[in-house]
């Protein structure tokens, strides 16, 4: 049974590791790619592809938030498999319907596997798309309000951040990091002898993960650990930038916002 299928992941080189997986697995016709969840939204609504490869963490909206917009538009629901660097999906991706889930770098040999359980299940005797639709909408649901209950719930902060460089994925204790930054979505993590990409979608999600006495907000784009700021540069205006230790001795804006917490932080 031949199958279409999209591919919707923020990261280019996880694009293309799958892309040339599918390829050479025979059968599967990617029909297009999208970056975001948007995108997934309009490309599903458009191709109606049987199966969705779809990241769990993208900018913006994720892959439980593309399901959740697919059920309140009313948009027929392909197979679902979600791909996330992160174990702790799978049960959350079984408990919205989802055929399989892939964890990063993907294997070829579980790619495979995964295509043959897309195949059985479409092959199958299924109960109507207008049932499934429900039963699939009640789970969703019920997932949404616990996840909202754990981003409630007291945080603790484990001491390891995962960074993703090189296509490895290292776990960097908190201390070593000198300064995280965000562009069009995507945050860097700077330590002294790495530098790579962080899975959270915003600083706000990746200070939770982090020492609030030693993080600092500094900027709206940067978050900075105070205890690598080699220099406090004067700018002009009255204004700061925090030069950093790293191996580039980066320099950082500090916003008007913070200029006091800054005289606070040094007595300045």
């Keep these: ?52 490869f779809l990241d769990v963490q993208m900018p ?3 892959g439980f938030g593309v399901l959740k917009k697919l059920l309140d538009r009313k948009v027929p629901m392909p197979q679902v498999v979600f791909a996330t660097a992160f174990n702790q999906y799978a049960v959350r991706a079984f408990e919205v319907n989802a055929v399989d889930y892939l ?47 754990q981003a409630q719930a007291p945080k603790t902060h484990s001491g390891k951040v995962i960074v993703r460089a090189q296509s490895r994925l290292l776990l960097v204790d908190q201390r070593e990091i000198c300064f995280a930054s965000i562009e069009e979505g995507t945050i860097s993590v700077v330590t002294r002898t790495v530098e790579g990409h ?33 220099e406090v540069v004067p700018w002009f205006k009255s204004s700061y930038q925090l030069r950093m230790d790293d191996a580039q001795k980066t320099e950082i804006p500090v916003s008007r916002a913070q200029t006091k917490r800054l005289r606070e932080l040094f007595n300045l």
């Design 198 to 230: 962080s899975n959270c979608r915003t600083l706000e999600e990746l200070m939770d993960q982090l020492d609030p006495e030693t993080f600092w907000r500094a900027h709206r784009s940067y978050l900075v650990n105070i205890q690598h700021i080699r």
């Design 1 to 52: 049974m031949s199958l279409t299928a999209l591919i919707i992941d923020d990261e280019p080189l996880a694009r293309q590791e799958l892309q040339y997986l599918l390829d050479g697995a025979g059968g599967v016709e990617v029909l297009a790619q999208g970056t975001n969840g948007i995108e997934a939204v309009e490309l599903i609504k458009a191709h109606k592809p049987d199966l969705v």
């Design 60 to 62: 913006g909206l994720d």
């Design 103 to 149: 964890l990063k770098p993907f294997d070829r040999k579980r790619v495979m596997q995964t295509i043959e359980k897309a195949r059985a299940r479409m092959a199958a005797p299924v109960e109507s798309a207008a049932s499934l639709t429900l039963d699939t909408g009640a789970k969703l649901d019920a997932l949404l309000r616990l996840v909202e209950e």
